[in-house]
């Protein structure tokens, strides 16, 4: 048998579930893909930005050759946006790769890592795929606890994930609690500061982690081109820390791991300032109407500093399957241990009204 011989670790890894894609469904319904929307994988409803299409356009002539592989222009772009040095940056083919890598360089068997209970799903995949222990602590009002947290270190640990705002739940965790948590935590045990959404937050409760790196030489400072800036299909995202850090990850890079087009679109992206608080104010705009239309309709959520929402509509399965054959696709949580919720990315206005409207019928089908 081909699997003889695998690592048994491996085989015990539940593989990843994507959101279900547009065309997948089109197919079983038997529709036309325009009158499907998709609220199931946190991509950015404003399609990408005009800026980045033209470079897109000029990226294109070359393609025959390798990307630059060190992402020169790009790590520029963002070591002027940060104020770090060009040492302290590395680009992952999506923030995930950066995720991997880390778990490369610190974990093998008879090691840990420590995450929360309903923290992103790619923690504890990445510990398990190196053979490595996954300490799962429970959450707190569906949030991070980072006091149990830290007390759940122990001498096998290597890695902390901490995902602020976290992704399935959207909560979040103030600048001040993540500072006090970095202080407590023993220098060689690398803590993982996950801010996929940070583009999303308003400007006062952003970390600036960016520059704690230089107290915390324990800190990688995760973020992504696929949520705020529109570019999920193109997985480009990056890790902040002290030199000594990134020149481990950069060990067990893929010497070609961002593509050329994924290199030009982010560095456009990263100068379009004007998409990025249009995508802010959409998102901040629709979540305040889409928790006020599931407060009236009687609808629990978790409240949310993300760019979805994680609501609790009772037998979720159902829930979910009734508001597919209405054209709508949101994310089961039930892999979370969530079986009573659905996550829901914010759309556009029309998209999320429909998905109200769906929600609707689909919880009177229920009764
Ligand atoms: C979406 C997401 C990511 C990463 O996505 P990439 O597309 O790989 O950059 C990472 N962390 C969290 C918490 C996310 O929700």
Redesign the pocket.
């Known amino acids: 048998m081909s699997s003889a011989h695998a690592n048994p670790f491996v085989r015990e890894i539940a593989p990843y579930m994507p959101g279900k894609p547009i065309s997948e469904l089109a197919r079983e319904l038997g529709i036309d893909p325009i009158d499907i929307i998709k609220l199931a994988s946190?991509e950015n409803p404003l399609g990408p930005s005009p800026k980045v299409v033209e470079a897109l356009r000029a990226g294109l002539a070359d393609l025959t050759l390798y990307p630059d592989g060190s992402g020169f222009d790009l790590r520029n772009a963002l070591m002027k946006r940060w104020g770090v040095k060009s040492d302290e940056v590395i680009l992952g083919n999506?923030?995930?790769d950066v995720l991997e890598m880390v778990a490369a360089a610190f974990l093998r068997p008879g090691t840990a890592a420590v995450f929360s209970q309903y923290a992103?799903a790619v923690y504890p995949l990445a510990t398990k795929a190196r053979g490595a222990r996954g300490i799962e602590v429970p959450a707190v009002a569906w949030g991070h606890d980072l006091p149990s947290m830290l007390a759940a270190i122990d001498e096998d640990t290597r890695l902390i994930f901490v995902?602020n705002p976290n992704?399935p739940t959207g909560t979040f965790l103030s600048s001040t609690a993540v500072r006090e948590f970095l202080k407590e935590v023993p220098r060689e045990v690398i803590v993982v500061l996950?801010e996929?959404y940070y583009e999303y937050l308003p400007e006062a409760d952003r970390s600036g982690a960016e520059a704690w790196i230089h107290e915390f030489p324990n800190l990688l400072v995760v973020r992504?081109f696929?949520?705020a800036y529109g570019l999920?299909g193109l997985?480009v995202?990056y890790g902040i820390g002290q030199a000594e850090l990134i020149d481990l990850l950069n060990r067990v890079r893929q010497p070609f791991n961002v593509g050329s087009l994924g290199l030009v679109a982010a560095t456009a992206a990263l100068a379009d300032e004007e998409y990025v608080q249009r995508t802010q104010t959409l998102n901040a705009v629709e979540m305040e109407r889409l928790a006020s239309s599931l407060d009236r309709l009687g609808f629990p959520f978790i409240p949310s500093r993300g760019n979805f929402i994680t609501v609790e509509v009772g037998d979720a399965h159902a829930v979910f399957n009734a508001l597919l054959r209405q054209g709508v696709i949101v994310r089961p949580v039930a892999g979370y241990g969530m079986p009573r919720h659905l996550r829901v990315s914010i759309g556009l206005p029309e998209e999320n009204d429909r998905f109200i409207a769906a929600l609707r019928a689909a919880s009177k089908e229920q009764q």
Do not use: I, P
Request: aromatic share 6%; hydrophobic share 25%; glycine share 14%.
């Open positions: 946190n999506g923030s995930n992103f995902a992704n996950d996929a992504t696929s949520k999920a997985r995202g």
